[in-house]
């Protein structure tokens, strides 16, 4: 099979060995595959793959047809449209996953729009609602809106009847973030628009001091992008005083059973908002997997909102 | 009636008019009342009493008796033995409670255990279980192990199944900290001994570095002491990588409806294993209330294990 690889920093496309299905795994013909920041760090040779998820290809995220059944496997029939996050390997025309990882694509959804629903919106969703426990009638803050995960939160916050503001940086983007559902803040002056019960954080430290200004009592900041940096400055005090929270969190080093039990959350909490049009994925570009150095190119300029796809 | 005041810095015992109990409130005999940091932090000048409390009368936990019932209370009967949290005020010999924050005294208990016992119990639960929702079979660690939250927290952790440790500055505490079942540390040679599920921190924000480093995945840091400092560095990709979450909480602000909530967390989770024999509250020295200035300097010298308690 073809697949992206990555080596010495440079994004290629090769040949590898067809992955086998073993017990409880589906081989998916991949239609469609999500690009995300890990990626980007990967190719930086900063991240590397989680352990027993393939070396050599990238891909976090899939959407695809099931082609063949491991030992054991029950979940899915031949054909049946199935999307995942994967530990690696998603960017290739076949990809090996446990049945208990995928969720059926809703029939609303174009491939494109199933392989770029994965990532984001699982993270959204672990984010705001098993991490921060975000309820209706709650204020939340996205910092870094445009982005996939953000686009993802401010609308699955609307869908949850909190009111949604957001901070985005590049003003190219904030008719459209705005268009989501979400009041768009200046990133440098958020503190007065608050206060806020759930900061989403995916910017980083700096923003650390004045979130925990911007926090209601009883306040949560759940903490899943740092990107401009992973050490700051916490208050215990103002902290304890607010009996606020700060989660940290990410998907990507947890095991088969936590992979398994966000799907079956996002199939409960969230899909059903796909086949009532409520939510949408946002995609940007799409790419054939043999233009992928021009998709992470595309990804690592950024300026854009919504998501790069590799179609196949 | 005859209560504790404060006045610059001063501690004194003076005569205040008798209190009244308004609706659903309970007029209680108070028997004996223990002392807690923040009544320290008050003498400083440092800690004005919540809104709605007594501001000249300290103090934050007492036992005693029904003496008389306002309007609607019917919780209680004239007579009964009952302890609770107070916003302050409890330093005298007549005090008014809502009857939901008030809880009834176990047989077991003296009028010193029972004054002593409310504000580092429900402390140290609420910590525990409401925030860092401690199970058995986890490793607890708790900074601060020779103090009344401390010692409170390393039983309540034993008897829940936990295997529990703690950091004690003061050699001599180290036998009597050791008796409550803790394995005792070195407060600068923790780190060690981890991973831990639950870091207790009564210190303060010097730790924070290291209990990020101590810490097992998905575990939790409660903060409800910063004595030796309230800023810290933290390092936000390592909470993500361990998909950890730190909690910043006190009692002190908290409005009625929390207070009775944790009022009845602590009569259904906490007092039955005083009754059972497995808890103990240490009391290391009791002052009458005439000798309140000598009991403030008992407990500013510190050194000794257990609650400093005025009887009446």
């Not at 795994?25 to 590397?48: C, F, I, S, W």
């Not at 019960?197 to 009592?217: K, R, T, Y």
């Not at 054939?288 to 919504?306: I, Q, T, V, W």
Request: proline share 6%; aromatic share 4%.
């Amino acid at each position: 099979m073809r697949a992206v690889t990555i080596r010495e920093q440079e994004v290629l496309t090769d040949e590898f060995p067809d992955p086998v299905p073993g017990a409880g795994e589906v081989l998916v013909r991949v239609r469609a595959a999500g690009l995300n920041g890990a990626d980007m760090m990967q190719r930086r040779g900063l991240y590397p793959a989680p352990a027993g998820s393939p070396q050599e290809i990238p891909g976090l995220e899939l959407a695809g047809e099931v082609q063949a059944l491991g030992p054991a496997a029950e979940r899915f029939n031949l054909g049946d449209r199935v999307m995942a996050i994967v530990g690696g390997g998603a960017q290739a025309e076949l990809a090996v996953v446990h049945e208990r990882q995928l969720m059926e694509v809703p029939a609303v959804l174009d491939w494109p729009a199933a392989g770029g629903l994965p990532e984001v919106f699982t993270t959204a969703h672990d984010a705001l609602v098993t991490q921060a426990e975000l309820t209706s009638g709650e204020r939340l803050l996205v910092h870094g809106g445009a982005g996939g995960v953000g686009t993802a939160a401010i609308q699955l916050g609307r869908a949850m009847g909190a009111g949604v503001s957001a901070t985005v940086r590049n003003r190219e983007c904030h008719a459209q973030v705005a268009a989501l559902g979400a009041t768009v803040l200046d990133p440098d002056d958020f503190v007065e628009h608050g206060p806020f019960d759930v900061i989403l954080e995916l910017v980083g430290a700096p923003n650390l001091p004045a979130n925990l200004q911007a926090l209601a009592s009883e306040g949560r900041i759940t903490v899943i992008g740092v990107s401009a940096g992973a050490k700051g400055e916490l208050n215990l005090l103002a902290l304890m005083a607010k009996r606020a929270r700060i989660h940290g969190s990410m998907l990507r080093h947890r095991p088969l059973e936590d992979k398994a039990l966000t799907a079956r959350r996002v199939e409960h909490d969230v899909l059903p908002l796909f086949e009532s049009g409520v939510l949408e994925v946002p995609v940007a570009q799409t790419f054939a997997l043999a233009d992928a150095a021009a998709a992470y190119d595309a990804f690592a300029a950024g300026g854009k909102l919504g998501k790069i796809v590799l179609t196949l």
